[in-house]
């Protein structure tokens, strides 16, 4: 099992920055290193989006929407991974998720484990 916990959400003016942070805990058999990364959105009444992927080779992709504006990194000695989001607009209010696992293509946002969420709230 792993444990995932964001923090670093929060309210910013249109234009403003933001950084998450993802930490997890436990194990399951397989070393983190060895699983995609990422962040996943959900605003009020839409779907779930995938953000952002980082592979186990450190590759990474964005949706369209992020791209040139938003950093995933990742850290897999003290496993955590962070969202470093940038001239942030109110259309990237949402719910964000850590996601860990089978979440390695932002066009299919599924993971093996999930983080509780931290919301994410941009005013224009």
């Known amino acids: 099992r792993l444990d995932l916990v964001e923090s670093g959400g929060g309210s910013v003016q249109a234009g403003g920055s933001l950084r998450l942070s993802c930490e997890a805990s436990g194990y399951t058999g397989i070393s983190y290193m060895n699983y995609c990364v990422g962040w996943i959105r959900q605003a009020a009444g839409k779907e779930r989006e995938g953000v952002a992927v980082?592979?186990?080779?450190?590759?990474?992709s964005y949706a369209d929407s992020v791209k040139g504006r938003f950093t995933v990194s990742r850290d897999n000695a003290k496993k955590t991974l962070a969202l470093q989001m940038n001239s942030l607009e109110p259309e990237d209010t949402a719910m964000y998720y850590c996601?860990?696992?089978?979440?390695?293509?932002?066009?299919?946002?599924?993971?093996?484990?999930w983080g509780q969420g931290t919301q994410v709230t941009v005013s224009s």
């Open positions: 980082m592979k186990p080779d450190g590759s990474t």
């Open positions: 996601a860990v696992g089978r979440y390695c293509s932002v066009t299919d946002p599924q993971a093996t484990y």
